[in-house]
């Protein structure tokens, strides 16, 4: 039962463009959601977060949008740019229990093409 | 300041062979985590850790162990390790009250 869903496998793009990663999530306990950004061979690393009293978030050329009643959030990231390419994970996090558990979506890779 | 940090990088085991992968973390975070990653399946949880001396299972813990004896050491042992276990590994970290997790480089394991 997967409770995080990204559906696109991959996305590609053109530089200057605007990139679109969407990820729907089942459970409505969940109350923070955040983007990661792996690039090949490392970890993954933080890119933005949004907590779920809020319905976006911003920072710079990334942002997080959040409907709670589609259960959905997507990353907008405007313009895009090739060191942009990589592969984008969304996951979701409940506090209960305090153990702050991250479930993952299977990724989306994003290619920018200059 | 060197974060999460992972050891081994690569390992090559051969079914029923044992290991143990060693993730360190110097930014004094009470709360651990192993996750492995497949091709499809993005990062799953395996076991974590919410403090020095305690252990719990997570998404897909069979088939594995793991100790916290010190704060900063987080160790996943593979008792005798099997084709399925082929897979990259992910240790992450994060202190009390924050949603984000400080991931390690990984460790890529295949089981001949």
């Known amino acids: 039962d997967q409770q995080v869903k990204q559906n696109s496998p991959s996305l590609s793009v053109q530089e200057g463009r605007i990139s679109i990663l969407n990820c729907d999530y089942t459970n409505s306990m969940f109350d923070y959601f955040l983007w990661y950004k792996k690039y090949p061979a490392e970890g993954p690393t933080f890119l933005i977060s949004?907590?779920?009293?809020?319905d976006k978030n911003e920072d710079g050329r990334f942002t997080v949008f959040l409907n709670k009643s589609a259960k959905h959030l997507s990353l907008h990231i405007v313009p895009s740019q090739p060191g942009d390419s990589a592969v984008y994970f969304c996951a979701a996090s409940k506090m209960i229990g305090n153990t702050g558990k991250l479930i993952f979506g299977q990724g989306t890779t994003l290619q920018v093409k200059p | 300041n060197a974060g999460v940090t992972q050891t081994p990088k690569f390992r090559v085991l051969k079914t029923g062979q044992s290991m143990t992968l060693l993730c360190a973390q110097d930014?004094?975070?009470?709360?651990m985590y192993w996750y492995r990653q497949d091709p499809g399946m993005g990062l799953r949880l395996i076991h974590y850790s919410v403090g020095e001396g305690t252990t719990a299972k997570g998404e897909v813990p069979d088939g594995y162990n793991v100790s916290r004896l010190k704060k900063q050491n987080f160790l996943l042992g593979l008792e005798s390790a099997a084709p399925s276990q082929t897979s990259v590994y992910f240790c992450?970290?994060?202190?009390?009250?924050?949603?984000?997790?400080?991931f390690g480089p990984g460790t890529r394991l295949t089981v001949t």
């Open positions: 949004i907590s779920s009293i809020k």
């Open positions: 992450a970290s994060r202190t009390d009250g924050s949603y984000e997790q400080y």
């Open positions: 930014m004094n975070h009470e709360y």
